[in-house]
């Protein structure tokens, strides 16, 4: 079983609409959940990080974190072209000194003018 | 800009070359890392450094070897490599306590092994 579970999409949806990107994974104490973004070419940037369950909201983006499904997510607002990008979800269960953080696959995002 | 560079940003080397990869981060941070990117699949960590001593090593082989001389440098050094290590190496950093991991990520070097 893949530690950090995405579906590697492409996700594709109009501009305007909410693309809600989903990620599963399987250490249950994990403690600490990130969202980068990654553009073709690029290296991953923080978009979200969220800690305890419920919703965190920063601008168009909301995370959302179950810890007893084991489940976190990313909505993005009123999407936009420019949103289009791999997606990739990251989980630290705070072993290792904390250190080891373990990323999806990530999710490809298309954003259709 | 992120403030951790990597250079060479592309490289090219053959299977019985040797070759280092160079990574500074300008952020102050406490905690360095490794990662290598292939296409298809998730970023795989390969070491880590925290305050200069290595914390992780991920059953990386032997043929790559990270040295991290002090807190804003870190070097993988290359020799011997295989056709299939070609890949995106990515170099990252943190402000280095448990509580603070979130990663700033440099551009990252293209290698190709031929």
């Known amino acids: 079983q893949k530690e950090v579970e995405q579906n590697s999409g492409p996700l594709s949806v109009p501009e305007g609409a909410i693309a809600s990107l989903n990620c599963t994974y399987s250490d249950r104490v994990s403690q600490s959940f990130f969202w980068y973004r990654q553009y073709s070419g690029k290296s991953p940037e923080l978009i979200m990080s969220i800690y305890s369950n419920g919703d965190k909201e920063d601008g168009r983006f909301t995370a959302q974190l179950n810890k007893a499904s084991q489940y976190v997510s990313l909505l993005i607002r009123d999407s936009q072209p420019s949103d289009s990008a791999t997606y990739l979800c990251a989980v630290n269960n705070g072993g290792g000194g904390g250190f080891k953080t373990i990323f999806g696959a990530g999710t490809r995002l298309f954003v259709k003018a | 800009e992120t403030g951790v560079t990597q250079t060479p940003r592309h490289l090219v080397m053959g299977m019985t070359n040797k070759k280092s990869l160079k990574c500074e981060q300008h952020l102050g941070h406490n905690a360095m890392y490794w990662y290598k990117q292939s296409a298809k699949k998730p970023l795989e960590l390969m070491f880590v450094?925290?305050?200069?001593?290595?914390?992780e090593n991920n059953s990386v082989p032997s043929r790559f070897s990270p040295e991290c001389p002090n807190s804003s440098h870190l070097f993988l050094h290359l020799h011997t490599l295989q056709p299939e290590d070609s890949a995106l190496y990515l170099c990252a950093s943190s402000p280095g306590t448990s509580d603070l991991l979130v990663q700033y990520f440099g551009p990252g070097t293209r290698l190709t092994v031929t």
């Open positions: 450094y925290s305050l200069e001593e290595r914390v």
